[in-house]
Nanobody, 121 residues
Framework: QVQLVESGGGLVQAGGSLRLSCAAS????????MAWFRQAPGKEREFVAF????????YYANSVKGRFTISRDNAKNTLYLQMNSLKPEDTAVYYC??????????????WGQGTQVTVSS
C-alpha cells in the first residue's frame, strides 16, 4: 500500500507561482517513478510531468514545459511541483501518482486525493 498526500494548492493570480508537495508513505518511494496529473472541471485527467526514481530524468506536457518543474527528495519521501507563470487554464485539481515510466494514467497505480489550484485572470 502507498499513501500519497498532496498539499500547497490555492488561489493565485495569473503570472504567479505555487509549489505543490506530495508526501508519500508505504512502499519504497525512491524506487518508483512519480508523476503529477491534473483534472479541470468537465475534462479528462491529463498528464503534467513525471520524474524517474533517481530524479535523473523528467518529462513534461507541452502545455507546462518551461513553466513547471518537477523534483523529488527521496530522503524525505516527497515529490514537488514548482509552478511559475501560472495561467487561468492551469486551474485544476492536481494529483500526484506513483507508478512506472510513462505519461499514461494507466501506468500509475497509486494516487493522492488531489489539491485544488485556481488561477484568476
Amino acid at each position: 500500500q502507498v499513501q500519497l498526500v498532496e498539499s500547497g494548492g490555492g488561489l493565485v493570480q495569473a503570472g504567479g507561482s505555487l509549489r505543490l508537495s506530495c508526501a508519500a508513505s508505504g512502499r519504497s518511494f525512491s524506487t518508483y517513478t512519480m508523476a503529477w496529473f491534473r483534472q479541470a472541471p468537465g475534462k479528462e485527467r491529463e498528464f503534467v510531468a513525471f520524474i524517474t526514481w533517481t530524479g535523473g530524468s523528467t518529462y513534461y506536457a507541452n502545455s507546462v514545459k518551461g513553466r513547471f518543474t518537477i523534483s523529488r527528495d527521496n530522503a524525505k519521501n516527497t515529490l514537488y511541483l514548482q509552478m511559475n507563470s501560472l495561467k487561468p487554464e492551469d486551474t485544476a485539481v492536481y494529483y500526484c501518482a506513483s507508478g512506472y515510466y510513462s505519461d499514461f494514467r494507466t501506468a500509475y497505480d497509486y494516487w493522492g486525493q488531489g489539491t485544488q489550484v485556481t488561477v484568476s485572470s
